[in-house]
């Protein structure tokens, strides 16, 4: 394993038991981190970046931070890490920040890329762009990867398009879990994500979101009277999933489906549009889903909301919720990206301030 600091070659490379090589970056300034992104793109590596604790933002550029790749290398980037040993169970205590000015993350992978990418326990915030300002994916035709988000907070980002938190286009497989999506704006819909996953075999599903809180969702100033505001909109010709889902307060529907492929199993939305689900059972349409505190951005369960122990586990869950505890508190998992755990929310503790 080869393993770098500040861009610099500290321990030699080693060959892993399948004959790939892998390097480590260990980052704790924005440079650093770029400068990882781009040398993972190319060096014939699976690459994993660790991210120190801080605030991370660049001055000039359309994108603040960009990965591309022409490779079939896995990449993992992976926030909260004190000298890139101790890791934080905080995704808040990371932030890529696009400044208000530019799109915040952007993964680029060409067809022949098999290898998976995947992001973990950082917040993407105050994005700006046309579409994707928190994260921008785009992989070519024949992209058979993964895409994969556990533990990201996606806040505060602006796009005059649609999906203002997250964009992803691509035939590989999609997973989102345990994550908040929170008061992103766009100017058209699905401000919160605007997935496309296309696949001509649609024997599997390749397309799982499970087990995120999506509030608070808005159209931007400005934006145009049809701007709905919505919070995710599903397209494609790939199967997908959608379960234990917290939908509330977004300004317009909480779901749009383009998509004939999509079920939906034990999420709670008031409003969904578009074509109708290819299955749907357990699902809730709570107005107030009993958050603990949502004026104070806190969308924990209360002990009393009807979302615990209303999910499923039928689908991938993740072994930890976004406070980074056992994301099943009781027999039955929880609606939502956190598990309520009864006295887990005594230090009123904020992801997004």
């Known amino acids: 394993?080869?393993?770098?600091?500040?861009?610099?070659?500290?321990?030699?490379?080693?060959?892993?038991?399948?004959?790939?090589?892998?390097?480590?970056?260990?980052?704790?300034?924005?440079?650093?981190?770029?400068?990882?992104l781009?040398?993972?793109?190319?060096?014939?590596?699976?690459?994993?970046?660790?991210?120190?604790?801080?605030?991370?933002?660049?001055?000039?550029?359309?994108?603040?931070?960009?990965?591309?790749t022409t490779q079939n290398f896995s990449l993992t980037v992976t926030g909260g890490y004190l000298n890139c040993i101790v890791q934080s169970i905080e995704p808040n205590a990371t932030v890529l920040s696009g400044s208000s000015a530019r799109r915040v993350m952007q993964l680029l992978a060409s067809e022949k890329s098999l290898g998976g990418i995947t992001l973990s326990d950082l917040?993407?915030?105050?994005?700006?762009?046309?579409?994707?300002?928190g994260l921008n994916v785009l992989t070519g035709a024949g992209f058979d990867g993964s895409i994969n988000l556990n533990r990201v907070v996606v806040s505060d980002n602006v796009s005059s398009?649609?999906?203002?938190?997250?964009r992803i286009q691509t035939e590989g497989v999609v997973r989102i879990l345990s994550s908040l999506f929170l008061n992103n704006r766009c100017g058209t819909t699905a401000c919160a994500m605007d997935m496309t996953v296309d696949s001509a075999n649609q024997s599997s599903t390749r397309l799982l979101i499970g087990g995120n809180t999506v509030v608070g969702h808005i159209c931007d100033v400005g934006a145009p009277m049809t701007c709905d505001g919505g919070g995710a909109r599903i397209d494609g010709t790939a199967r997908a999933a959608l379960y234990n889902n917290a939908f509330a307060f977004n300004?317009?529907?909480?779901?749009?489906?383009?998509?004939?492929?999509?079920?939906?199993?034990?999420?709670?939305?008031v409003s969904l549009v578009g074509v109708p689900p290819l299955e749907s059972s357990g699902n809730l349409a709570l107005a107030d889903p009993m958050f603990s505190n949502p004026f104070d951005d806190n969308y924990r369960l209360m002990f009393a909301s009807p979302l615990r122990n209303a999910g499923t586990?039928?689908?991938?869950?993740?072994?930890?919720?976004?406070?980074?505890?056992?994301?099943?508190?009781?027999?039955?998992?929880?609606?939502?990206?956190?598990?309520?755990?009864?006295?887990?929310?005594?230090?009123?503790?904020?992801?997004?301030?």
Do not use: K, W
Request: a negative charge; glycine letters at 12%.
């Open 123 to 133: 917040t993407l915030r105050n994005g700006m762009s046309s579409a994707g300002a």
């Open 251 to 269: 300004e317009g529907d909480d779901l749009a489906l383009a998509a004939a492929t999509t079920a939906l199993f034990n999420n709670n939305m």
């Open 161 to 166: 398009g649609s999906g203002a938190g997250v």
């Open 313 to 353: 586990s039928s689908f991938t869950l993740g072994t930890l919720d976004l406070d980074g505890s056992p994301r099943v508190g009781d027999f039955v998992v929880d609606i939502g990206a956190f598990e309520n755990h009864e006295l887990l929310f005594a230090d009123g503790f904020d992801f997004v301030q």
């Open 38 to 68: 781009t040398t993972a793109g190319s060096n014939a590596e699976a690459d994993t970046i660790r991210i120190d604790l801080g605030h991370y933002e660049v001055s000039s550029g359309a994108v603040a931070f960009q990965y591309i």
């Open 1 to 36: 394993m080869s393993v770098f600091r500040a861009g610099l070659f500290l321990i030699g490379s080693t060959l892993m038991g399948s004959g790939a090589q892998a390097a480590l970056f260990c980052v704790d300034t924005s440079a650093e981190l770029q400068q990882a």
